[in-house]
Every structure is written in structure tokens, then in C-alpha cells.
């Protein structure tokens, strides 16, 4: 049985199908706007922000596993591979769903290797930058807005995105 763990934009468009949906937690990480996108919501010489998971003691991270039929799962791996190519890789966690079961799930997670991890900045640095960027997935804030409505929706709490949205809001 195959399990996709999204924490980013696969929350709120998966964009592939799926055989259940449940929302779940990884504890010992956490979820940072420290990735750089020139492919999905940026471009070249200007990238968007979008979101990566860094360990963290004592963390927590809620987003979505979705099971994939048995059919299926190799087509949509490789679609997800294309789809995260710039900077993530494929790792295996441990998920912890609403409902109590502990699910083994892929997700994907961009480290500080990467030639497109922008890293650690301000809210304000951050949000000036999202507000300014767009690719061909969309304008940078409305990934921020979405995901943090997704969240909200869960009633996930991540102090991270939920500032963000808020100096989008404010500042627009």
C-alpha cells in the first residue's frame, strides 16, 4: 500500500487520484517557507517561496496522506517526481493520521543542498517576496493564502504560514 504525505500545495491540489484522504501529522519537523520555486510559482532570476519540512525536535506538521491504489502508484510517483524536481527528494516518514493509525507515507523534502533553497529569512523578507512572484503554477501568495486556508479548515495550528498570510493580507 502506497501513501503520499502532502504538506504544501498537495493539501488543498493534489492533482492526482486517489483512493482515501486522511489528514494526518508528522511530529519532529517543521514546515519553513525556505524552498525557492522557478518552476511553479516563480520563475528564473525570480523565484517564489513555497514550503520544505526541516527537522525539529518536538515538532509537528499536519497536512494530508492520501492512499493511492496499488494500479496507480507508480504513475503517480513519477508524476510527483517531475512535479517536485526542483530541489526535493523522495523520503519515507512516518504519519500519524486523525483517526489514530500510523501510516508509512512519501512525501518530498528539499534540503539545503539544493541549488534553489533560499533558506532562512524575516515574515517581511519573506513576504516581499512571495507578494512579488508568479509562475506558471500561479501567483506565489495565492499558494501562501490556500495553504493556510487549508490549514485553517483542519484547524491545524503553524504560527509560520498563518504569519505569513497575515503580513500578505496586511500588507496588500
Known amino acids: ?3 503520499v504525505f502532502g504538506y504544501g500545495s498537495l493539501i488543498w491540489r493534489p492533482g492526482f487520484a486517489f483512493e482515501e484522504r486522511v489528514v494526518c501529522h508528522v511530529t519532529g519537523w517543521e514546515r519553513r517557507f525556505y524552498q ?3 518552476d511553479h510559482r516563480g520563475v528564473p532570476g525570480a523565484p517564489g517561496r513555497v514550503v520544505t519540512l ?3 525536535p518536538g515538532g509537528e506538521v499536519w497536512g494530508v496522506a492520501y492512499r493511492l491504489s496499488q494500479e496507480e502508484a ?3 510517483l513519477g508524476a510527483l517526481d517531475v512535479r517536485e524536481q526542483g530541489g526535493y527528494e523522495r523520503v519515507e516518514l512516518q504519519t500519524r493520521g486523525e483517526d489514530g493509525v500510523t501510516r508509512e507515507a512519501v512525501t518530498y523534502v528539499a ?3 539544493n541549488e534553489d533553497y533560499l533558506g532562512e529569512a524575516s515574515i517581511e523578507e519573506i513576504a516581499a517576496q512571495v507578494r512579488g512572484a508568479a509562475g506558471p503554477s500561479g501567483a506565489n501568495d495565492e499558494y501562501v493564502l490556500e495553504l493556510a486556508a487549508a490549514l485553517e479548515e483542519m484547524g491545524a495550528r503553524d504560527p509560520h504560514v498563518f504569519a505569513l498570510a497575515r503580513a500578505l493580507v ?3
Do not use: A, F, I, Q
Open 1 to 3: 500500500m502506497t501513501w
Open 36 to 38: 525557492g520555486s522557478s
Open 54 to 56: 526541516l527537522e525539529e
Open 74 to 76: 507508480r504513475e503517480v
Open 111 to 113: 534540503t539545503p543542498e
Open 170 to 172: 496586511h500588507d496588500t
